[in-house]
């Protein structure tokens, strides 16, 4: 198979190029780099299967050749760089998802959109359901990336009903992993950051709001099989195992061996109150969950994590 994925040099984008590689498929992996780095995918670059392209998906993208698929992941997705860039986020919501849906249309490929489980804002459903519209505040600080993605659901929906395009729409839960950037406001890596330097971890509000993390390699494994045989309405992906913020913390500490102390601050506008998704819809349609335990993952991200700071020292 022939795949395109935008985004392909951030977080999720090169682990998912990464793992098509190794099923022996072609990928056009295509970044502007402005949150992605190069480095996430330096180790692809040999590969005879890989080609990256910089572009910007908001600006029209030409590829030649067939396409069998399109992973749309590329996104400004954390909460320090939609609050820099909002309008670069809403356009690669809404202009970058106009594009590549007409790329879909074009080339007759299979469509992935990357969306979040943001789209239901501070949930008033708790786990929350496919089902459920969410309770988002559009002018908010996290608006630019909760309505991109909204914008992006409707625009790939109304691709399949009026043209046809197979469409999957993929509600990412909270995800961690290697590769994450140390300082992109996410918990997991702040909370290892902090830990590994021996600061104050920073708990926003009284750290009783929760969280659902997913490790990187068991969502990718969703995203492949949601493309492969997905229905075209929306899947949640995520761990429902659900904790606070403080024990996410407390649980860092522990594994890292830190001698840092809880810090409590401010928490930030539109902070949700609760994650948790219901992933009945991925088993039943895909027989999908994860695998991999939080001491696990928590375990290869804090050694990642260390590597990457040790190399920063030297």
Same mark, same amino acid.
């Given at each position: 198979?022939?795949?395109?994925?935008?985004?392909?040099?951030?977080?999720?984008? &090169? =682990?998912?190029?990464?793992?098509?590689? &190794?099923?022996?498929?072609?990928?056009?992996?295509?970044?502007?780099?402005?949150?992605?780095?190069?480095?996430?995918?330096?180790?692809?670059?040999?590969?005879?299967?890989?080609?990256?392209?910089?572009?910007?998906?908001?600006?029209?993208?030409?590829?030649?050749? !067939?396409?069998?698929?399109?992973?749309? /992941?590329?996104?400004?997705?954390? +909460?320090?760089?939609?609050? $820099?860039?909002?309008?670069?986020?809403?356009?690669?919501?809404?202009? @970058?998802?106009?594009?590549?849906?007409?790329?879909?249309?074009?080339?007759?490929?299979?469509?992935?959109?990357?969306?979040?489980?943001?789209?239901?804002?501070?949930?008033?459903?708790?786990?929350?359901?496919?089902?459920?519209?969410?309770?988002?505040? +559009?002018? #908010?600080?996290?608006?630019?990336?909760?309505?991109?993605? $909204?914008?992006?659901?409707?625009?790939?929906?109304?691709?399949?009903?009026? =043209?046809?395009?197979?469409?999957?729409?993929?509600?990412?839960?909270?995800?961690?992993?290697?590769?994450?950037?140390?300082?992109?406001?996410?918990?997991?890596?702040?909370?290892?950051?902090?830990? /590994?330097?021996?600061? #104050?971890?920073?708990? =926003? !509000?009284?750290?009783?709001?929760?969280?659902?993390?997913?490790?990187?390699?068991?969502?990718?494994?969703?995203?492949?099989?949601?493309?492969?045989? %997905?229905?075209?309405? +929306?899947?949640?992906? %995520?761990?429902?195992?659900?904790?606070?913020?403080?024990?996410?913390?407390? $649980?860092?500490? $522990?594994? &890292?061996?830190?001698?840092?102390?809880?810090?409590?601050?401010?928490?930030?506008?539109?902070? +949700?109150?609760?994650?948790?998704?219901?992933?009945?819809?991925?088993?039943?349609?895909? @027989?999908?969950?994860?695998?991999?335990?939080?001491?696990? %993952?928590?375990?290869?991200?804090?050694?990642?994590?260390?590597?990457?700071?040790?190399?920063? =020292?030297?």
């Amino acid at each position: 198979m022939r795949y395109l994925v935008t985004g392909g040099a951030g977080f999720l984008g &090169s =682990h998912l190029c990464e793992k098509l590689l &190794s099923q022996k498929h072609q990928v056009i992996c295509v970044d502007n780099l402005l949150t992605g780095f190069r480095e996430n995918i330096e180790h692809l670059l040999s590969n005879p299967g890989f080609e990256f392209v910089h572009a910007d998906v908001s600006k029209p993208i030409e590829v030649n050749g !067939g396409l069998d698929g399109i992973y749309h /992941l590329a996104s400004v997705a954390s +909460p320090v760089h939609y609050t $820099r860039y909002p309008i670069q986020t809403l356009k690669s919501g809404a202009l @970058g998802s106009h594009n590549t849906l007409g790329l879909a249309k074009a080339k007759g490929a299979t469509y992935l959109l990357a969306s979040t489980s943001e789209v239901y804002g501070d949930p008033l459903e708790h786990p929350q359901k496919e089902s459920y519209w969410g309770n988002v505040n +559009p002018i #908010g600080i996290r608006g630019a990336y909760d309505e991109s993605k $909204r914008f992006a659901e409707a625009l790939a929906t109304a691709y399949w009903r009026m =043209h046809k395009v197979r469409i999957r729409i993929a509600r990412i839960f909270n995800t961690y992993g290697p590769r994450m950037a140390l300082n992109d406001g996410r918990v997991i890596p702040t909370f290892i950051g902090q830990a /590994l330097r021996g600061e #104050g971890i920073t708990v =926003h !509000g009284d750290g009783l709001q929760t969280r659902s993390l997913c490790y990187v390699s068991d969502l990718i494994e969703g995203l492949t099989r949601l493309m492969e045989s %997905g229905p075209p309405e +929306p899947v949640n992906l %995520g761990n429902p195992q659900e904790l606070t913020i403080r024990e996410i913390a407390e $649980r860092i500490i $522990r594994l &890292s061996g830190s001698a840092s102390r809880l810090t409590y601050v401010d928490r930030p506008a539109d902070d +949700p109150e609760k994650r948790r998704p219901d992933i009945s819809k991925a088993k039943k349609e895909l @027989g999908w969950e994860p695998r991999v335990s939080l001491e696990e %993952g928590l375990t290869t991200t804090i050694s990642w994590f260390k590597q990457k700071l040790s190399m920063a =020292h030297r």
